[in-house]
């Protein structure tokens, strides 16, 4: 049977997903100070722009329907499915959302939303009691909530790749290198020697394999 129901041009969706996934961020993430705030609109601008092209206007498959066409013929590159590029390039021949990208996707999303809340119940003892975040994820990395709004947005890229959000996504990224350094500044002045010594034990963004093993060990033999 064939389904006339349109792809795009659902500006309802776009707004209704853009405010649902915003909102859920926003309970998530917490933004306080101005700096929180540039990260989340930031964050913010990247779910628009994405849910425009997935339910408004296809921009990515436009400009790219010629090569897309002449290289994968048997696609409808206008129906709704294709928009998962990822799943359709490499040859998914069942329900794209069932797809190995789709389903990782998913994992990095809710690793990341995982994330960014225990970080900030952490952070926000922390704020009370003007000590310094060391527990939680914060003996991991320095920046577990910039970590995870970049799982976010790179898990959203593996679900539905765009021109756009793909130039959006190393410049984001940079411009959240460049808070955490702020971040850091701040909490040098603050804490001094105590700060000094938790950046020196503890790296800014990815997370040492040996520390996770022997956190792990800890944890196992504490409860064991």
Known sequence: MHDAAPAYGLWS??????????????????????????????????????FVEMYGFPLTIYFLS?????????????????????????GWKTNPHAGPFHILSFIF????????SAAWRVLYDAQQTRSLATTG??????HPQYVGFVLVMLGFLLQWP?????????VLTVMYVKLA?????????EF????????????GFIPRLSRILRQG???????G
């Open 217 to 223: 060990s800890a944890g196992t033999y504490r409860h």
């Open 192 to 203: 001094g020697e105590a700060y000094a010594k938790y950046a020196a034990d503890v790296p």
């Open 137 to 142: 994820p914060y003996s991991y990395v320095r």
């Open 109 to 116: 999303i809710g690793a990341g939303f995982i994330l960014i």
């Open 66 to 90: 010629g090569w897309l066409q002449s290289r994968y013929p048997n696609i409808d590159w206008f129906s709704h499915d294709a928009g998962h590029l990822l799943e359709m390039m490499f």
């Open 181 to 189: 350094r702020d971040e850091e500044r701040d909490a040098r002045v």
């Open 13 to 50: 969706l776009v707004i209704v997903n853009s405010a649902v996934f915003i909102l859920f961020a926003y309970t998530f993430f917490k933004p306080q100070t101005s700096r929180d705030w540039r990260s989340f609109g930031a964050f913010s601008a990247f779910l628009v722009v994405l």
């Open 162 to 170: 765009t021109i756009l959000t793909l130039a959006m996504f190393p």
